[in-house]
Nanobody
Framework: QVQLAESGGGLLQAGGSLRLSCAAS????????MGWFRQGLGKEREFVAA???????YYTDSVKGRATISRDNAKNTVYLQMNSLKPEDTAVYYC????????????????????WGQGTQVTVSS
């Protein structure tokens, strides 16, 4: 079992930046590929960014060039840095982990993740 705890959300202004953190506990962190999803009010949960066990990354088109996902295996933490925030970035952001044996795969499919955090609210005002 892996427990995930997100932090770093809040109320921000358009054009600003944020860094979300997700602390993992309960298992060897670098055994997991990690990802971030988000869910706006009344919307489906959607993929935002993912990072493989070896550090490869992938982003959804709407955040490419504005977001950076990273991981610190020594701290059992994955981060999502987002710049140039837009009101449409408003959502609950969820951290997720996949117990994949591959060190290079980047996982974008929600159904391929095994563990989820409780989420952190990000609200971007115009």
């Amino acid at each position: 079992q892996v427990q995930l705890a997100e932090s770093g959300g809040g109320l921000l202004q358009a054009g600003g930046s944020l860094r979300l953190s997700c602390a993992a506990s309960g298992h060897t962190f670098n055994d997991y590929a990690m990802g971030w999803f988000r869910q706006g009010l009344g919307k489906e949960r959607e993929f935002v960014a993912a990072i493989s066990r070896s550090g490869g990354s992938y982003y959804t088109d709407s955040v490419k060039g504005r977001a950076t996902i990273s991981r610190d295996n020594a701290k059992n933490t994955v981060y999502l840095q987002m710049n140039s925030l837009k009101p449409e970035d408003t959502a609950v952001y969820y951290c997720t982990a996949s117990a994949t044996p591959s060190t290079i795969v980047v996982i974008t499919n929600r159904g391929d993740y095994d563990y989820w955090g409780q989420g952190t609210q990000v609200t971007v005002s115009s």
